[in-house]
């Protein structure tokens, strides 16, 4: 026998423990060992093939392995899905995600990823598939038991949420001449449209009846011996998955439920039964097709006789049912679950009776958001992969819509229709219901696996090297068409969670699907004043895109390029979009800093018709954006812009004006100003106490970058701020400052650029892209090292830097691994310029001008959560309450303070 | 909004320094001796600490010394009366702790230092100190404002590198004299570092003269003037870092490491000489053009 596979092995290994949790008993468990052998034996002969010929050629492993080639894919598939397959280059996208891979190599992980990347359809076949029934739900949500679980990853294997081929998709049938094909419908014969005539069925029927018709007669024709159906437990309309055994059983179980029931989780009972027909939805037709493969290379149940798919748009999980009955319905009419006599989607409507004539409804949209988070991924209305599907969109009230896709479906509905049980019409490809269905169906296709997200075009890094101009040239109009329909248009969508100021993203992507560009940057600015610098700057990757859905299964929507191409064809456009502004009040506001918090809040205050006056330290607005940003990450006529937006919006800008210096708070109370907003960020910079700080050519990333940006040094000498780049400069940190500094280094002329950063490459605070970028530009990254000295020459020029190899150990506060340094690996560095970019702290200047506004021991201001400070009137927000954060987070902090500034306001004038 | 130049006189022989008198009337409403400015003179500009050197509330102004060092200076110096300076920041850094000593302040200006040490002595003159300033320049032509001085002065000692004015030699001479005479409370020096540095070792409590308590003024280079760059960033002898323009621009001349700020000083050396040459050729030929189109 061949050496067995970690999979067999680990089965072998927990046997008693499979057999104490009676799923198989001693002779069932050999048997599936046995299978499972075989199918495992033929995966390892197909890796080993593919090893020795070093790549795949699917002509030469049919020939050589007399293996279908059918099978060939799926064991191929399988393969590459546990990463066996990389060293030709074949990677799994989503595997390679998963951060918790199981610890033995050749084994899946268990479906716990599936549930926490929100994918799970809730579809319940893992709870069938685990051996040791490690797996159940509670409240529609998958739940493993550590202690049960033997870690042999048959669930995630067997989960359609985890891999599912594309082959699986197209055929489950041999093709013949009946068949048809539609993208939107894949594979089928006809579609009809049809009604019981069994007046029983009729009575609880929901449409048609059609579904309890196709299983009575089934089971009069002795098709099956058992319907696997969805019925009730005795809470009202609370899904419970049952077998049926005989037709009288039926009536039970009729009526469409829209709650999730994880019907799967029983299939593992119906072993007893020759012949089983499963009803059930789009993801649990999807499962039985998986299961059908793998990962026995045949089918793990193999008593399936009848697949009867459901139409379903989405489902909900019971708790969901529950609050939409509770909050869109309990408004109109007072509604208990026990009076509702069934639940119907039609028309755009939900629909809920309490009776025949007693109905109400509500728009589908409404009822979106409570949605199961792994419905918004499901491209499938039709039930694809069933012999039959059956639904009541494309038919009359009292009537359904059948579509007959197998020869046994087409049989069954034959069947059906011989014992004059139903009445029947067809439905023909021109007519309007045809049109109808096809038109919801393609509704609920998804992009996503057929268009990539699209990258911008950017500057050769060769060239972008030498020069300031902007790295990416953002999208086409192609480019953004083919973007916004990779969007799911979720119900309940994550990415506004993630955004700190709560732009509705799928609104805005919506519309710019439908090219409505003005109604989209509208929409973008009731939310965000400043969409062209978030569009760049924000780190999209830990925010918004990082909820986004998409990246559980792939790359997310590029929510920060469309923001970016609304907001330049807004500033490109004649008549700028401009928010609605309130009359004026003739109430002074007076805001400290012109960086993102303050220019958001002044945004926010003038729209609602306050007299707003920023006042700012620098000769020129902007704050970080200008002084810290370079010009080929954020040109400086965007920020400028968007100064000129405000001031035509009435705002006024006082620049020189250091406040705590040329005036206080208290001056400006006495010049008519009811209230302030401080947002002066977090400027001073921090040292990194080594020996060596204070040699020539060691500098801060907050002069280095004030320098070249606020002071365009990069022009010297028709500009008059110097600069001096050495050949070999190294920068300290691992943050944007730290990757803007490089660049700019590299820009300026250095020969080679290292940035040397004390954790690894995984901890680096720096937004993706630009980490990215920088490589491209040929920066170079000593990661794990630390400085230890500065060396400098006989001029107090430095020379040289030694440094220490760092590993990581345990999480420190900020959850990042702590760097410590590994004794006795010094070693130096040549190095002529040090840009220190390791952080900045808070700024006393304006504080210190107030000594009784209350700082925590950091010197940052102590805010309330909407940025009020213990001072009547004052308010704060950004870096300067938060220390060093994001632009983004800062115009967050200064919206919030915007809407308590103006309660506080209104409420006291 | 752009601050007008209301009056440009040249001071001394020297043809180099000059004493601009600029409308600020916000920053003179707050400007106290030991207070600085930053000025951005136009769009191309890079932002140049000056010390106020004088203010005047009521009319709302301030006044600044320059001395003609590079190209910045050059250009203010171009500036006439009835022109604007496009960016005037302040006041910036601590104003001087003014108190009644026990002991005789001893004021030490040299070179263009004198100018700043203007408002410290009044101020101190005011609260009833005894003010004894020593003035010192290379020359006499470098020498300016002996008489305004001397109004707030109770002793004013002159002296020149080259003798062509009071005594003959440094200003740490009749320093020492001094420190031997009688017993001084604090000694402040405002001029080139190098004076700053050997004023402060003569009152380190050396050569068995007494202790002194001393206040140097440091213009070092600088960006924002907020704390913000570091870039006029300071070592001090015990290891710690000060910044001129927030914990300063007057700091304990006994802990500042001079041997390190007179490097740091002179880093921009290269680009501050090809800027000026630069713009020494552009007047040149802006004169020729002048001179050939009437």
Known sequence: MEKASPLIEVLIDNKQKILDSKKYNEVEFEEFINSLMQAENEREKVLKKIKELGRIDIQKLKEDLKISEERLIYNIEYLKELGLLEFIGEISEFYQSIEEKNEKEGLFPNVSIIRDKKICSGCGLCVSICPTNAINFLNDTLNIDDDLCINCGLCYACCHRS??????????????????????????????????????????????????????????????????????????????????????????????????????????????????????????????????????????????????????????????????????????????????????????????????????????????????????????????????????????????????????????????????????????????????????????????????????????????????????????????????????????????????????????????????FSDAINNVKTYNLLPAICGRVCPQEIQCEQTCLLSSVSKPIAIGNLERFIADWDRKSQVKACPDCQAPKNIKVGIIGAGPAGLTCAGELLMRGYDVTIFEAFHTGGGVLVYGIPEFRLPKDIVREEIETLKTLGGKIEYNKIIGKIMTIEDLKSMGFKAFFIGVGAGLPTFIIVTGLSLNGVLTANEFLTRANLMKAYKFPEYDTPIKIGKIVTVLGGGNVAMDSARVALRLGAERVIVVYRRSEKEMPARRAEYHHAIEEGIEFQFLTNPVSFIGDENESVKQMEVIKMRLGEPDDSGRRRPIPIEGSEYKIETDTIIIAIGTKANPILTNSIPELKLNKWGYIETGEHGKTNLEGVYAGGDIVTGSATVISAMGAGKRAAAEIDSYLTEKI | MPYKILEKRELGGSGIVFEMVLETPLIAKKAYAGNFVLVRINETGERIPLTIADYDRERGTITIVVQIAGKSTKLLFHQNVGDSILDVVGPLGNKIHIKKYEYPVVIIGGGVGIAPCYPQAKELKEVGNKIISILGARNKELLFWRDKMGSVSDELIICTDDGSEGIKGVVTEPLKDLLKREKLSIVIAIGPLIMMKYVALTTNGFDGLPKVKTIVSLNTIMIDGTGMCGGCRF???????????????????????????????????????????????ECKALKKFYKENG
């Not at chain 1, 029931?261 to 939805?281: D, E, M, P, R, Y």
């Not at chain 1, 393609?442 to 950017?458: A, F, G, H, V």
């Open chain 1, 163 to 516: 891999f599912f081929p594309k082959e699986l998709k197209t055929d489950q049938e041999k093709l013949d001449s009946d068949k048809k094909y539609l993208k939107e419908f894949n594979n089928y014969r006809e579609i009809y449209s049809a009604q019981t005539k069994d007046d029983l069925i009729r009575k609880v029927a929901q449409d048609g009846g059609i579904v309890t018709t196709l299983l009575k007669t089934a089971f009069i024709r002795k098709i099956i011996d058992a319907a696997l159906v969805v019925g009730v437990s005795e809470k009202p309309h609370e899904p419970l998955p049952l077998l049926i055994e005989n037709e009288e059983d039926l009536l039970k179980s009729a009526g469409t439920r829209y709650s999730n029931a994880h019907a799967l989780k029983i299939l593992q009972n119906s072993k007893k039964f020759k012949k089983i027909a499963v009803v059930g939805t789009p993801c649990v037709m999807e499962a039985l097709r998986k299961v059908s493969v793998y990962p026995l290379n045949e089918p793990f149940y193999n008593n399936i006789a009848l697949k009867i798919g459901l139409f379903c748009m989405e489902s909900f999980d019971y708790e969901k049912i529950l609050d939409i009955l509770k909050n869109e319905f309990l408004t109109r009419r007072l509604i208990i679950p026990k009076e509702i006599k069934k639940m119907d989607i039609n028309k755009g409507r939900f629909i809920i009776y309490k009776n025949n004539k007693d109905f109400f409804d509500i728009p589908i949209k409404k009822i979106k958001k409570y949605g199961r988070f792994g419905c918004f991924l499901c491209d499938d209305l039709t039930s694809e992969l069933s012999d039959l599907s059956i639904g009541s969109i494309g038919s009359e009230p009292g009537w359904s819509t059948i579509i007959t896709r197998t020869s046994k479906g087409v049989d069954l509905f034959q069947q059906a229709f011989n014992l004059k049980l139903i009445e029947q019409k067809k439905i023909e490809e021109d007519s309007k219901s045809f049109i109808t269905l096809s038109k919801i169906a393609k509704s609920k296709l998804k992009m996503y696996k057929e268009i990539p997200r699209q990258k911008m075009i950017e500057q050769d890094p060769n060239v972008r090297k030498n020069n300031f101009q902007e790295v990416p040239k953002g999208y086409t109009l192609e480019m953004v068409k083919l973007e916004t329909q990779r969007c799911l248009q979720c119900g309940n969508p994550l990415c506004i969670e993630g955004c700190p100021v709560n732009v509705d993203i799928p609104k805005f992507i919506r519309l710019l699907r439908q090219e409505k």
């Open chain 2, 235 to 281: 070592p001090t002898i015990d290891g710690k870092i000060g910044f001129a323009c927030v914990d300063g621009p007057d700091v304990d001349g006994h802990i500042v490491d001079f041997d390190n700020l007179l490097k740091r000083a002179k880093r921009f050396e290269k680009q501050e000489k090809e800027s000026l040459e630069l713009y020494d050729r």
